[in-house]
């Protein structure tokens, strides 16, 4: 991970579990198992935390109107892990093209435009999505051996307004799911 308002690069290790169209939850470990980041996002709340700089915020408490995206902050991921994790592709079609070396697709998602390029990369196949909403560009670049996530796959998240940028390469994938727990609200009682 790389702050752009510092210029630090961040290394560590991590894990994504989701629960599909339910709720997502990312931890990053850093030095001596220190929690860097902590993020757990559902359709209608989210709750993102960084500890090492004291911040800890969270909204959507209520649930969502249908295209209501008021409860997406413009500096956090929330709108675009909703959308990769919850409802990928979701939007309709307004255009697309045959290009050299892959395909493009146009999708407009409520407020937002999706442009999905498909194109080939060293283990397979590259899909690069960026997801332009009120303002702010948000671009995934995925390289796949093949349509599942597998060991050596690589993944680049990168905010193109503020620069930030997150690197990750697949070292497993777990066999089972995940227990119920990491999918709770963090600072629900009993959690």
């Not at 700089?53 to 249908?66: D, E, F, N």
């Not at 939007?91 to 093209?97: E, K, M, Y």
């Not at 996530?149 to 998240?157: A, C, F, I, M, S």
């Amino acid at each position: 991970m790389r702050d752009p308002r510092s210029g630090r690069s961040l290394d560590g290790r991590g894990a994504i579990a989701v629960a599909p169209g339910r709720a997502l939850r990312m931890i990053l470990v850093g030095v001596a198992g220190a929690t860097m980041l902590d993020a757990w996002v559902t359709p209608d709340r989210w709750r993102i935390a960084v500890p090492p700089a004291g911040v800890l915020r969270r909204g959507g408490t209520s649930p969502r109107r249908a295209k209501d995206d008021v409860d997406e902050p413009n500096d956090l991921p929330v709108g675009f892990l909703r959308w990769v994790f919850f409802r990928p592709l979701a939007g309709h079609l307004f255009g697309g093209s045959f290009e050299s070396g892959g395909v493009l697709f146009l999708l407009r998602d409520g407020q937002a435009v999706v442009e999905v390029r498909v194109e080939t990369c060293a283990r397979g196949e590259r899909t690069t999505t960026t997801r332009r909403a009120r303002g702010r560009a948000e671009r995934l670049d995925e390289c796949r051996a093949s349509g599942e996530l597998t060991p050596g796959d690589w993944v680049r998240y990168e905010d193109q307004r503020s620069g930030l940028a997150v690197d990750l390469t697949v070292e497993s994938i777990a066999s089972g799911s995940p227990e119920e727990e990491a999918f709770r609200d963090p600072d629900a009682e009993g959690s």
